[in-house]
T-cell receptor
Framework: ETGVTQSPTHLIKTRGQQVTLRCSSQ?????VSWYQQALGQGPQFIFQ???????GRGNFPPRFSGLQFPNYSSELNVNALELDDSALYLC?????????????????FGEGSRLTVL | SQQGEEDPQALSIQEGENATMNCSYK?????LQWYRQNSGRGLVHLIL?????REKHSGRLRVTLDTSKKSSSLLITASRAADTASYFC?????????????FGQGTELSVKP
């Protein structure tokens, strides 16, 4: 158990719809990262939030957006869903470091939200 | 693809044997990490090795890092059926990329009792 919780665990949407995924970070962690994992692949970085601001972003279109709240929980929003968005979405939190957000140490992952787009 | 390469893609061994997985990456790194994933669930951090380290141990795990070859290996000794999982290496770039880890494609390990 990492203390990172994600909801919902599974959901089914149709193409063109919008989805919101939620993540509660481990107590004391101020950084949240989101990853997309397609079947049979390694996770791909979507973005990271540090102190409520987007700190870094991977190669994902603007229809992927996020938020981080004062309690460090986070949301991932995906608009205009496409079939290729079907994947496991993983949230990971990490503790404060001496380098702020610049050092990427150990990540604590939640169990993921499995999205199916029909 | 930005992802690193892992080798082999799948590995099947008997309980008690050692398992070795290899990872190659493309950019200069700050650190390299190994994670484990059971049946499409969340990833669990196993070990982190910094760019100035060459070898690290944690219980039955041994990780080596060769920055000149941009490669790493994970050795699991005396494997158990419970070690059956997918194993991923992940690299953090030497320059700030906003917290991004680049994951490999993974090695699927099956340990038969």
């Amino acid at each position: 158990e990492t203390g990172v919780t994600q909801s919902p665990t599974h959901l089914i949407k149709t193409r063109g719809q919008q989805v919101t995924l939620r993540c509660s970070s481990q107590s004391g962690h101020n950084t949240v990262s989101w990853y997309q994992q397609a079947l049979g692949q390694g996770p791909q970085f979507i973005f990271q939030y540090y102190r409520e601001e987007e700190n870094g972003r991977g190669n994902f279109p603007p229809r992927f957006s996020g938020l981080q709240f004062p309690n460090y929980s986070s949301e991932l929003n995906v608009n205009a869903l496409e079939l290729d968005d079907s994947a496991l979405y993983l949230c990971a939190s990490s503790p404060p470091t001496s380098g702020g957000s610049r050092n990427t140490g150990e990540l604590f992952f939640g169990e993921g939200s499995r999205l199916t787009v029909l | 693809s930005q992802q690193g390469e892992e080798d082999p893609q799948a590995l099947s061994i008997q309980e008690g044997e050692n398992a070795t997985m290899n990872c190659s990456y493309k950019t200069s790194i700050n650190n390299l990490q190994w994670y484990r994933q059971n049946s499409g669930r969340g990833l669990v951090h196993l070990i982190l090795i910094r760019s100035n380290e060459r070898e690290k141990h944690s219980g039955r795990l041994r990780v080596t890092l060769d920055t000149s070859k941009k490669s790493s290996s994970l050795l699991i000794t005396a494997s158990r059926a419970a070690d059956t999982a997918s194993y991923f290496c992940a690299t953090a770039a030497a320059y700030n990329q906003g917290g991004k880890l680049i994951f490999g494609q993974g090695t699927e390990l099956s340990v038969k009792p």
